[in-house]
């Protein structure tokens, strides 16, 4: 038997479930329990371009803010070799994933592309303009989030670590203890702890970091500028931006696994099934004849 170091086995042990849903700006990817992947929304850049795509264990979606000169977007799948699959939008690279290889965790932001290694080290590809792909020397970590200009790295100790833009504080997550996992939107940051709440931090115009209140949180999601908690009922909780009616999610039940994209939100069932909510200009929201879809830790 190979010899596997605590610190190895720790890292294996302390990961979380893989992403079966993913929201981006204008589209929606779900993993099938199948290996497949199906995808709705916007296409310009063949962002939904999966039908071809086997043996995938986990999506992430492009995401960014919602504004004139924004809105293209890409699609990362991780397969089960550890080797990750890219589609659509791919202006600065971010889509050059095919050399990467033992790829455990992945995650998509605006214009780039991260992904988490199983030895607990991360490797990035695309924008950079603001130090948000200066990851080389991260080391013992568990999961990864990207928001559109920053990225968040939980490690194996429950602190969390940050690189990119930090014009509203979001990068100011060095006195976070006890996290479990993170998110990240536009401007703002979220922690989940290990006792059920969650914590925030970056622009909270709209409210998107009032989550003080909340408890029984198994899992979040982060938008552009709305935060979404998953509790442990399988009912929903939304703070933040609602303009286009993201946050209405008060009447879910029996979800499993939440994701958020820009302006849209979308929920998996315990069944299987998906709901969602929120800007449905480009038919991202159209998710109700979707079944078979991956449970998360299945």
């Known amino acids: 038997m190979d010899y596997i170091s605590p610190k190895e086995a ?17 589209h929606t990817v779900g993993l ?3 290996g497949t992947v199906t995808a709705m929304g916007d296409n310009k850049y063949g962002q939904c371009n999966v039908s071809c795509w086997l043996d995938i264990v986990a999506v992430a979606a492009g995401n960014v803010h919602m504004a004139t000169n924004t809105g293209n977007a890409h699609t990362i799948g991780l397969k089960s070799d550890g080797t ?12 050059e994933v095919n050399e990467w290889r033992d790829i455990v965790a992945v995650t998509a932001g605006w214009r780039r592309t991260i992904g988490l290694k199983s030895d607990g080290s991360v490797v990035a590809v695309g924008r950079n303009n603001e130090g948000e792909c200066n990851v080389s ?46 998110a990240a939107g536009y401007l703002h940051t979220v922690g989940l702890k290990s006792d059920g709440t969650a914590v925030a931090v970056g622009q909270n115009k709209v409210g998107q970091c009032d989550v003080s209140g ?3 949180i198994v899992a979040i999601a982060v938008g552009s500028s709305h935060t979404i908690g998953l509790k442990s009922d399988g009912t929903v909780a939304a703070v933040g931006w609602n303009e286009y009616g993201q946050c209405n999610v008060s009447d ?21 099934t998906v709901v969602a909510v929120g800007d449905n ?10 079944r078979g879809i991956q449970l998360p830790g299945n």
């Open 137 to 182: 020397d991260w080391h013992d970590i568990v999961a990864v989030a990207a928001g559109d200009w920053h990225t968040i790295g939980l490690k194996l100790d429950g602190t969390v670590t940050a690189v990119g833009n930090n014009r509203y504080r979001q990068c100011n997550v060095s006195d976070w203890r006890g996290i479990v996992a993170v």
């Open 10 to 26: 720790a890292l294996k042990v302390k990961r979380w479930p893989k992403d079966t849903i993913a929201a981006g700006r204008r």
């Open 281 to 290: 200009e480009y038919g991202q929201c159209d998710v109700s004849g979707r």
């Open 32 to 34: 099938k329990s199948d």
């Open 214 to 216: 909340w408890r029984g």
């Open 84 to 95: 990750v699959a890219a589609v659509g939008w791919n202006k600065h690279d971010q889509c």
């Open 252 to 272: 879910w039940c029996d979800i499993v696994a939440i994701a958020a994209g820009c302006a849209h939100t979308i929920g998996l069932k315990s069944d299987g």
